[in-house]
């Protein structure tokens, strides 16, 4: 057998079958990683996608505030929260590093306000009450503004008004601040219709601005001729007047506050715009005179003005129609006379007469014709005596015919007005002109010319009482009969001649010379004297001390 030359036999071999190509599976623990890819990669874009603004605020400190804890919330809303902070770099403030949600991005305007929400006690005002228990936040109030902007400077004081509150804004200059501050009430009719927002100094430091913001519908009531004024504390006035007291409310008096009026007379004035500036009085008074047309007249007094200061009224029977601005002393050597020059401010719109209809008014006459025919009439101006407790006068204007004409000099500037000596300088000359008459009264001379009559009386009685001797003696006895009726009629005439007699001589002994009731008559005359004497120091003294009166004479100094 030869094995060289033998061939294999492929029959045997199994022929091989091919396999088709296994698609690719997953294996079951590869199910749980890439689902919680896909949840984590679902949530990454969500958060992307719900992810607001980044912004940042600057506030002096970041007291109340912390990174990942503080919120930031609009009207209690929660809209964001604080993610950093960190001091700036020239260590002056820090700066907050915020991210809001989507949803307020509407919020991030130009005018959009920040500030701190903590516990606060400013004046009258307690808030942040409820961040002591959680926590502080930043407080957010939009702004109306359509610009954009992601970097804020945020406020040390949260706003007086938020910006969605209607109403207006003003602003009010004045020459000082006063009592008022942020958050400080006004007042139209003593109803609370607005607070002060802001007050800052000018910048030449000449005064102060103040913005005050008032609500609607009262904002309405401000027309562009109303006058503001200071309403704090308590107006206490002492003048001629008496006392008088004045508040607009408890808040005011603890708080300050302002309040405004548009004169009666002015109510057609149109509306005043936002921020349409006006002046802010001190007193309501002083506001007033302001709103109206003012006129300045002197008037010249003879008499002493101790008693009258400058702002003193000008009153027309109750109604004031002025007031005082200067006192002066003018000195006429030649003449060696004293006069007071009083300077006086009047409003002549206080004198305008009215229909019975308000929407119609009278025209005004000219003030010069209307005042001059007033003066032809006897219009003047005296002094008067306002208060017996202070000593206070004051400047009236009445009528008085029978004074000597006058006229208003317009040549003078200011214009002089016609004057009549007070009432009180008047009785002082009245006192003096009685105390004078009394002291010429010849007393003495009087007592005894009285002492001579009585004396001829009694010899005429006596000369009467030897005639009817005679005559009863000598008579013929016809005519006897006649004559014992006449001799009766005669005796009950010397009866009563008797006793007229002793009348007589108890009169003559009362006025004698050396008689104790001539001696007390003497004594009451001068009584009399000295106590016109008096009078006239009285006088006197009370002309220079009129409170004298309630408060007695001061004691001289050592």
Request: glycine share 8%; charged share 25%.
């Amino acid at each position: 057998m030869n094995d060289t030359n033998h061939q294999p036999d492929f029959s045997d071999i199994p022929t091989a079958i091919s396999e088709p190509k296994r698609r690719f599976s997953i294996q079951l623990v590869w199910i749980i990683p890439i689902v919680a890819a896909l949840i984590g990669l679902s949530l990454a874009v969500k958060s992307y996608m719900d992810r607001g603004e980044t912004i940042t605020i600057t506030f002096k400190t970041g007291e109340g505030m912390e990174a990942g804890k503080t919120k930031l919330k609009y009207k209690d809303v929660q809209i964001g929260e604080v993610k950093g902070l960190a001091i700036a770099k020239d260590r002056s403030h820090v700066v907050v590093t915020a991210e809001l949600s989507k949803d307020a991005r509407g919020l991030l305007v130009k005018d959009t306000r920040f500030w701190v929400v903590r516990a606060r006690i400013s004046g009258g005002n307690i808030s942040g009450l409820g961040t002591l228990i959680g926590g502080s936040y930043i407080g957010v109030d939009a702004g109306t503004s359509t610009e954009s902007q992601d970097e804020f400077i945020g406020l040390e004081t949260p706003p007086a008004v938020s910006l969605d509150v209607p109403g207006r804004q003003f602003v009010l200059h004045a020459a000082d601040v006063g009592s008022l501050d942020t958050s400080s009430p006004i007042f139209f009719r003593r109803m609370q219709v607005g607070q002060v927002i802001a007050t800052e100094l000018d910048r030449d430091g000449k005064g102060v601005t103040i913005k005050a913001f008032i609500r609607a519908p009262f904002d309405q009531y401000v027309k562009t001729n109303t006058i503001f004024w200071h309403a704090s504390g308590i107006d206490l006035t002492l003048n001629t007047s008496g006392v008088k007291i004045n508040t607009e409310s408890m808040v005011s008096i603890l708080l300050g506050g302002i309040s405004f009026q548009t004169p009666q007379d002015q109510l057609e004035a149109p509306s005043a715009a936002s921020n349409n500036v006006f002046t802010l009085f001190q007193t309501k008074d002083e506001a007033l005179k302001h709103a109206e047309t003012i006129e300045t007249y002197q008037l010249v007094f003879k008499e002493s003005v101790r008693g009258l200061p400058v702002g003193a009224p000008v009153d027309l029977r109750g109604v004031t129609v002025g007031e005082v601005t200067k006192i002066d002393v003018a000195l006429d050597s030649g003449n060696s006379e004293i006069s007071i020059p009083v300077e006086i401010q009047f409003y002549p719109e206080r004198l305008r007469a009215r229909y019975g209809n308000r929407s119609k008014q009278v025209k005004p006459l000219d003030s010069r014709t209307f005042l001059n025919d007033l003066v032809a009439h006897g219009f003047r101006a005296e002094l008067k005596s306002g208060s017996l407790l202070t000593g206070q006068l004051f400047v009236a204007l009445d009528f008085f015919p029978k004074t000597p004409a006058a006229r208003i000099d317009w040549s003078k500037t200011p214009p002089r007005f016609p004057t009549v000596p007070g009432s009180m300088d008047q009785m002082q000359k009245q006192l003096m002109q009685i105390a004078r008459k009394i002291e010429k009264i010849p007393f003495e001379e009087l007592a005894g010319d009285a002492g001579k009559t009585i004396r001829s009386l009694d010899t005429t009685l006596k000369s009467a009482e030897k005639l009817l001797k005679n005559l009863d003696s000598a008579v013929i006895p016809e005519a006897r009969s006649v004559l014992l009726e006449t001799r009766q009629s005669l005796e009950d005439v010397r009866k009563t001649l008797g006793e007229a007699r002793k009348t007589l001589g108890g009169a003559n002994q009362v006025l004698a010379a050396d008689a104790p009731v001539q001696l007390d008559l003497r004594e009451t005359l001068r009584e009399v004297s000295r106590a016109a004497q008096s009078l006239r120091v009285l006088g006197d003294y009370l002309e220079q001390h009129p409170e004298s009166l309630i408060r007695g004479k001061r004691e001289d100094k050592p």
